[in-house]
């Protein structure tokens, strides 16, 4: 079966941490160019980050840039994003996609609030 499944998500208070995990499965995620998405309350889906296939380039999003990082572990089939410095702002369900497809995982949701 062909999906991604997020997990990592809950409630942290503002300057703290989160990793967020993404499972794939049904496809070669090792040939796959993967990215992350948020989408908080009102506002379009915005792209959050985004890493090449092996995992040698990746590239942010001005608001979480020197915050947050992309990595993948290409013998897992896992996608991750490593979330510090947390600010109320950062609150969005989170999504993982393969890249240049329509797969998306169901998204998990982080809230930053004290």
């Known amino acids: 079966q062909v999906q991604l499944v997020e997990s990592g998500g809950g409630l942290v208070q503002p300057g703290g941490s989160l990793r967020l995990s993404c499972a794939a499965s049904g496809f070669t995620f090792s040939s796959s160019v993967m990215s992350w998405y948020r989408q908080a309350p009102g506002k379009e889906r915005e792209l959050v980050a985004r890493i090449t296939n092996t995992g040698g380039s990746t590239n942010y999003a001005d608001s979480v840039k020197g915050r947050f990082t992309i990595s993948r572990d290409n013998a897992k089939n896992t996608l991750y994003l490593q979330m510090n410095s947390l600010k109320p702002e950062d609150t969005a369900v989170y999504y993982c996609?393969?890249?240049?497809?329509?797969?998306w995982g169901q998204g998990t949701q982080v809230t930053v609030s004290s």
């Open positions: 996609k393969r890249s240049y497809t329509n797969l």
